[in-house]
T-cell receptor
Framework: KAGVTQTPRYLIKTRGQQVTLSCSPI?????VSWYQQTPGQGLQFLFE???????NKGNFPGRFSGRQFSNSRSEMNVSTLELGDSALYLC????????????FGPGTRLTVT | SQQGEEDPQALSIQEGENATMNCSYK?????LQWYRQNSGRGLVHLIL?????REKHSGRLRVTLDTSKKSSSLLITASRAADTASYFC????????????????FGKGTHLIIQP
């Protein structure tokens, strides 16, 4: 089975711009979660989607949003980028919601200048 | 806020030695997971241990869970250079009374270096 794929792998944006990141889960997985990883804050949960519904959202401002499509693919969007949004954004999929083991993609490295 | 906290933050050992890292958490959980991350890449799931289990093995990995002390340990035996990575414990972010949970919370990780 193909693993979790994320596009793009690297991205450089300017403050104030917006960005959309994409994630394709493992075939058959219906839950997709997003995490932000920075050297200072570590890994932080952004949100989780299951069957096109956002199940849970972490403590992030409204500039961070996401959605899930009927084929379980997911996108996350960050509007009005700030320097502090520079991070590795990781997507993970699992068979179902409920803290099952998660399979992570390689991540998208976002740099905001 | 982060629930799990790994100890030590960094560990350097010789190839062939055993590596032990610990994780402490704050609230009740129904399971705990360990993940590995190689330099700036995605995380790889290593093992999941449920709250009613005390010990679990997977190849050269041994994980223990002590719910009374709210702690877990990961032992890697006969370490290899390829084991050089950061290791994270993860616990459910929000748990529901019915037993489900959403999201994971991670500690800051233990950076393990295996010297040849």
């Amino acid at each position: 089975k193909a693993g979790v794929t994320q596009t793009p792998r690297y991205l450089i944006k300017t403050r104030g711009q917006q960005v959309t990141l994409s994630c394709s889960p493992i075939s058959g997985h219906r839950s997709v979660s997003w995490y932000q990883q920075t050297p200072g804050q570590g890994l932080q949960f952004l949100f989780e989607y299951f069957s096109e519904t956002q199940r849970n959202k972490g403590n992030f401002p409204g500039r961070f949003s996401g959605r899930q499509f009927s084929n379980s693919r997911s996108e996350m969007n960050v509007s009005t980028l700030e320097l502090g949004d520079s991070a590795l954004y990781l997507c993970a999929s699992s068979l179902a919601t409920g803290s099952y083991e998660q399979y992570f993609g390689p991540g998208t490295r976002l740099t905001v200048t | 806020s982060q629930q799990g906290e790994e100890d030590p933050q960094a560990l350097s050992i010789q190839e062939g030695e055993n590596a032990t890292m610990n994780c402490s958490y704050k609230t009740s959980i129904n399971n705990l997971q360990w993940y590995r991350q190689n330099s700036g890449r995605g995380l790889v799931h290593l093992i999941l241990i449920r709250s009613n289990e005390r010990e679990k093995h997977s190849g050269r990995l041994r994980v223990t869970l002590d719910t009374s002390k709210k702690s877990s340990s990961l032992l890697i035996t006969a370490s290899r250079a390829a084991d050089t990575a950061s290791y994270f414990c993860a616990t459910p972010l929000i748990m529901y009374s019915g037993g489900g949970a959403d999201g994971l919370t991670f500690g800051k990780g233990t950076h393990l270096i295996i010297q040849p």
